[in-house]
């Protein structure tokens, strides 16, 4: 069985923590199932900011008469704009697994991993029956492993077709008519991503208002610059939950209590994220030092865990917090 000073779980903030640990003499092994880059890169902040870049130049072309300058859009080629992110999102992640490989420290191991004991992780599932499957141990494990969209208990929803925001994401047929569930940062830049080039967006709201999470004046400003746009979203803000079917043609009706609010093609879920170490395979909560297995999980906001690498590195111990913000 190989051991490694340094185990990490999740190749996005968990790279730097690994290249950290590296660079400083220890061993190192990194655990990842997914694209390199983690959910920043893969399904966050770098694909949303990119498309949401194409949506903000269709709204300056549509305002530019509000500058002395008079213009039309010919043409949105939708598949091309999302084709484009895609295309840059995976070569970036590409170029990260190649160099990390080239390296051979950190160890990459592409694959999923599972506690079975303190301090070692199976790697590899050996219920697919090929494969490389093998334990590993280290003295420090730092799990890093991200987040995915979370899908909420709506009746009816697990018989529906939907998208969550990592499909959004790689849509490239661009849907007429829209329906965005939640009313967090997810579903207002997914909101004005689609319907900055042209789909209809109803939003439906839990709450009283969109942005609840945000400061007041943020989100009520927010609010008003959405609403003054020529062709507005919709904002509904139902006080019960919504009952989801699906009608005879392969389109999708929404009903709340119970009377149908509206047939729609396409809609997504926009909900909060979980973290990715609540999955079925690494049984680990959100914690900051585990002193039974000397584990470490990144957790969601704010930041200095370089503090802690350094005091790794020189041998020191550390109780204090290990902090990474979900995106840069």
Excluded: W
């Excluded at 709204?59 to 080629?77: A, Q, V």
């Excluded at 018989?159 to 579903?187: F, M, N």
Aim: hydrophobic share 35%; glycine share 8%.
């Amino acid at each position: 069985m190989k051991k490694y000073d340094i185990l990490v779980i999740g190749s996005g903030a968990g790279l730097e923590v690994a290249s950290y640990a590296a660079q400083n003499g220890m061993s190192v092994a990194l655990v990842e199932e997914g694209s390199l880059g983690e959910t920043c890169l893969n399904r966050g902040c770098i694909p949303s900011k990119m498309l949401i870049h194409s949506a903000d130049v269709a709204e300056t072309i549509k305002n530019s008469e509000k500058f002395g300058i008079k213009s039309n859009i010919e043409n949105i080629d939708f598949a091309s704009i999302v084709k484009r992110v895609s295309e840059v999102v995976d070569s970036a992640s590409s170029n990260i697994e190649n160099s990390v490989r080239e390296n051979g420290n950190p160890m990459l191991y592409k694959m999923r991993g599972k506690f079975v004991a303190p301090k070692r992780i199976q790697v590899g599932d050996p219920s697919a029956g090929s494969g490389q499957v093998e334990q590993i141990e280290a003295e420090k494990v730092f799990i890093v492993g991200g987040t995915r969209p979370s899908t909420p208990p709506i009746p009816g929803l697990e018989t529906t077709p939907y998208l969550d925001s990592t499909k959004a994401l790689r849509l490239e047929k661009q849907p007429e008519h829209l329906i965005v569930i939640g009313g967090g940062y997810i579903a207002a830049e997914l909101a004005h991503f689609f319907g900055a080039l042209g789909t209809k967006i109803t939003i439906l709201v839990r709450g009283n208002r969109m942005l609840n999470d945000e400061d007041e004046e943020i989100a009520e400003y927010e609010i008003n610059l959405t609403t003054q746009k020529p062709d507005p979203p919709i904002i509904l803000t139902p006080s019960e939950n919504q009952e989801l079917d699906i009608d005879g043609r392969g389109g999708i009706i929404i009903r709340v209590n119970p009377q149908p609010l509206a047939k729609k093609y396409s809609f997504i879920i926009a909900k909060r994220v979980c973290h990715n170490a609540l999955g079925t395979y690494l049984h680990i909560p959100i914690l900051n030092h585990n002193t039974a297995n000397n584990s470490y999980a990144i957790k969601e906001y704010s930041a200095d865990y370089f503090k802690l690498l350094k005091s790794l590195a020189s041998g020191g111990k550390t109780d204090f917090a290990v902090i990474k913000p979900v995106a840069n």
